[in-house]
Structures are given as C-alpha cells and as structure tokens.
C-alpha cells in the first residue's frame, strides 16, 4: 500500500494549459514537501507546507496543504516547456523518528511547446 | 545556501567489484543523511538513513552487508555497494538533514552501471 498517493502519474499537455497534481493519503503529516526533478538529476526543494490550510505561491506555482494535513496539491497556471520533469511529494509523518521523508510515485509532467 | 555533492556523478564497473559513493553537504552539517535508489521514471526508494557517529538504519529489503554506509563526519556520509552486480545499477541520490531543521536537500545523484 503506497502511503502517499500521487496522481496523475504521468501527464502531457500543451504550453499554456493549467494542470494540478494531487498527492493523498489517509496518514496525518506534520510536514509536506514538493520536489522537481530533471533527468539524470537529483530532485530540487520546490516549497514545504506545514499549517493545515496553508497555501504558498510560487510565481506560476500554487501549493495547497489540506486542513487535516493528510493531503496536498500543486497547480502549474499557464505551463511552459521548461516546467517539463518528475514531481515528487513528499511527507514527514506526525510522530515519525528520524526526520524521514515517504515520497509519492511521482507525476512526470511534459509541457509540449 | 544547504549544497549537497556527490562524488562521483557516474561510474562504471565490473561485476563482483566495489563502489564507494561519497555525499558531502558543502555549506552545513548534516546530522543526518539518507541514501535513496532510484529506477527510470520511478520516484525514490530510501534505502537507509545514516547518523553521524552510529550505525545506519536500513529500510526492509535492503541488504546492509551489501550497501555499506559510513557517516563519520557531519559533512561526509559513503555508501559502498559492495560486490556490485548488473542488477545494482541504478540512479543512487543522497539527501543531508540541516542540524535542527527537517528539510531534506538533495545530492546531484550518481549513476552506477555495473557490466
């Protein structure tokens, strides 16, 4: 059982659409983080969520941590080519030792020009 | 600012020899480091997690004879894969945990092929 779900797994579109990733679970995390990675990359801190609610920007960007902290979402506003690459949610559990991170399956995302 | 390397960024071997991977945080002291495996278009499989100055912990699965870790320092955490085989080669990453933050940040990753 995958703790942290991640949808949709895979998705391609065309420059300008909107888009938005969801990652679910039924664990409470007392943190969540996103992550973009390129090929042959390691994956690179987009933002951390950590109130209920919470809602940050990131220019085209906006990030979404559920009031009951168990679920987040990304939306991309007018996507570009260069938003092209794998994104990863990931979460720290309440409780959890060690400051490890359960990561979802990841949505690999393709902005075709 | 928070800068992980890893060294090397790709090798290649020969089966039945050993590989050591170094992964240094560059501007702070990482308590603790993890080591994560990863497959094409696959998101991350943490293999283990590594504290300074104790023996790692690995995650179900992992062989810890196999994938040796040493975190001797607050700035350097190695993984050696050890008898390497064709089936080891993979994308390996490491991440360094701040002192007294949780954010995790990410190494450039190293690609091992073993023939």
């Known amino acids: 059982t995958q703790l942290l779900e991640q949808s949709p797994q895979f998705l391609s579109i065309q420059e300008g659409e909107n888009l938005t990733v969801y990652c679910n679970s039924s664990?409470?995390?007392?943190?969540l983080q996103w992550y973009r990675q390129e090929p042959g990359e390691g994956p690179v801190l987009l933002v951390t969520?950590?109130?209920?609610?919470e809602v940050k920007k990131l220019k085209r960007l906006t990030f979404q941590f559920g009031d009951a902290r168990k679920d987040s979402s990304l939306h991309i506003t007018a996507a570009q080519p260069g938003d092209t690459g794998l994104y990863l949610c990931?979460?720290?559990?309440?409780?959890?030792?060690?400051?490890?991170?359960?990561f979802g399956k990841g949505t690999l995302l393709t902005v075709n020009p | 600012g928070a800068v992980v390397s890893q060294h090397p960024s790709w090798v290649i071997c020969k089966s039945g020899t050993s590989v050591k991977i170094e992964c240094r945080s560059l501007?702070?002291?990482?308590?603790?480091m993890f080591w994560y495996r990863q497959f094409p278009k696959q998101s991350l499989m943490l293999m283990a997690t590594?504290?300074?100055?104790?023996?790692?912990?690995?995650e179900q699965g992992v062989e810890k004879d196999k994938f040796l870790i040493n975190h001797a320092s607050l700035t350097l955490s190695t993984l050696t894969v050890t008898s390497a085989h064709p089936e080891d080669s993979s994308f390996y990453i490491c991440?360094?945990?701040?002192?007294?933050?949780?954010?995790?940040?990410f190494g450039p990753g190293t690609r091992l092929l073993v023939l």
């Open positions: 991440s360094a945990r701040d002192v007294g933050h949780y954010v995790q940040y």
């Open positions: 664990s409470v995390f007392s943190s």
């Open positions: 969520v950590v109130t209920g609610g």
């Open positions: 990931a979460g720290r559990r309440s409780g959890g030792s060690n400051y490890k991170l359960t």
């Open positions: 501007d702070f002291q990482a308590t603790t």
């Open positions: 590594s504290n300074e100055g104790s023996k790692a912990t690995y």
